[in-house]
């Protein structure tokens, strides 16, 4: 039994050992596309997001999660700037009609992604593509509109953040500008006028990420890409829908899992509940229901009968049923017959009762006396005593 418990706090201990070993082991990098607002990471968007007060600094800026649709859909709005950013958009007909309608109304929407749907891509007449190289070919980006005075090409940290899309295809019949192109003179920024307002679209959205940000000089290119936005723009809007979904948990879960500490107790929740069943499951017994004795009925009926007796002072019928049970007693215990209470019977019991034959005269000579005549209180006790002592003889 002691080896056993031994074990037992031995597996839970390295149990609890491994569980904090993983949450405090330094973390691996993670170089996932997020561009979120509050990703840290080298492919996160924290810098881009904190900086845009300071880029724009008489502009409100706001982030949803909720589909264009939602956001636009009856907000009539002007002077205002939409920020998609991720590596892969996509939009529902609603989502696209919307965003037309925003920019044709005069505000400005900045698209940078991998992909987009192509319902919006046919809708704005563009085609994505991407080089394919044979050997690692690092990138550069830099500007080629009238525009920008700076000349110089920013170029991206190697493999992690290489990037070679650009627009193979401009077949808009809205006015269509390049504002730059990558390392092999491809367009990977262009300006789509369309009413009154402006698309920017950019096929790199490494450039607004954490990494490529801080890397030397390279935050005056991304800059330089905002600052086509309108000056006079009011209000932006950083859409985190394409790369969260909707707001708000999707599963009751969501909050433990999206903290490691909180997941990790959740984990040695479980596993202390399937351990706990694992080992007392088949221990525990199910409750067994208390029954209650039955009453001696009998004893409470003998009680009753004989405080009536009493009260009543009727000594003989009390003596009368001490005898009668005496001789049943005998009946039942010695098997003697009590029909005929003579020598020979007192013989016999005494015998087997191994009981002085006295003792047993004694108790016999008061039928006779019971039958005949009123017996006293005294006569009564003697009788009692009489009776208990055999029964105390007997045992």
Request: charged residues 20%; hydrophobic residues 40%; glycine residues 4%.
């Amino acid at each position: 039994m002691k080896s056993y418990r031994f074990f037992t706090i031995g597996t839970c201990f390295l149990l609890v050992v491994y569980i904090i070993a993983n949450i405090y082991k330094p973390k691996p990098i993670n170089w996932n596309l997020t561009l979120q607002k509050a990703d840290k990471n080298p492919l996160g968007g924290y810098v881009l997001y904190d900086q845009l007060s300071n880029i724009f600094s008489k502009a409100s800026i706001g982030s949803y999660r909720e589909p264009v649709y939602n956001r636009l859909h009856n907000n009539s709005v002007n002077n205002t700037a939409y920020l998609l950013l991720g590596p892969s958009l996509n939009f529902s007909d609603f989502d696209v009609n919307e965003l037309v309608s925003f920019v044709s109304d005069g505000n400005s929407v900045l698209l940078s992604t991998f992909s987009i749907s192509d319902n919006l891509s046919d809708t704005l007449g563009i085609h994505m593509d991407e080089e394919v190289f044979v050997q690692s070919k690092k990138s550069a980006y830099r500007f080629v509109s009238p525009l920008v005075t700076d000349t110089t090409s920013y170029y991206d940290l190697g493999n992690k953040l290489e990037s070679h899309a650009y627009f193979d295809s401009l077949k808009n019949k809205n006015p269509t500008t390049i504002l730059g192109v990558n390392s092999s003179n491809k367009p990977n920024f262009i300006q789509i006028k369309m009413g009154k307002g402006v698309f920017y679209i950019h096929a790199t959205p490494i450039v607004f990420s954490n990494y490529f940000l801080l890397y030397q000089k390279n935050a005056l290119y991304t800059a330089t890409v905002l600052s086509f936005l309108p000056k006079e723009t009011e209000t932006i809007y950083w859409d985190e829908y394409a790369k969260l979904g909707r707001s708000g948990a999707q599963t009751p879960l969501r909050f433990f899992l999206d903290h490691s500490v909180l997941r990790w107790v959740l984990c040695l929740s479980v596993i202390g509940m399937l351990l706990f069943v694992f080992f007392n499951g088949k221990r525990v017994q199910r409750i067994i229901p208390v029954i209650e004795p039955l009453s001696n009925a009998t004893l409470d009926f003998v009680k009753t009968i004989a405080g009536l007796y009493y009260n009543q002072k009727d000594n003989n019928s009390i003596a009368k049923k001490r005898l009668q049970f005496w001789l049943e007693f005998v009946r039942n215990r010695f098997h003697i017959s009590t029909e005929n209470v003579n020598e020979a019977f007192v013989a016999s019991l005494s015998k087997k009762a191994n009981v002085e034959a006295s003792s047993i005269q004694t108790i016999i000579k008061y039928i006779p006396l019971v039958e005949q005549s009123k017996i006293s209180n005294e006569v009564l006790i003697k009788i009692t005593q009489q009776i208990d002592e055999f029964y105390k003889q007997t045992k």
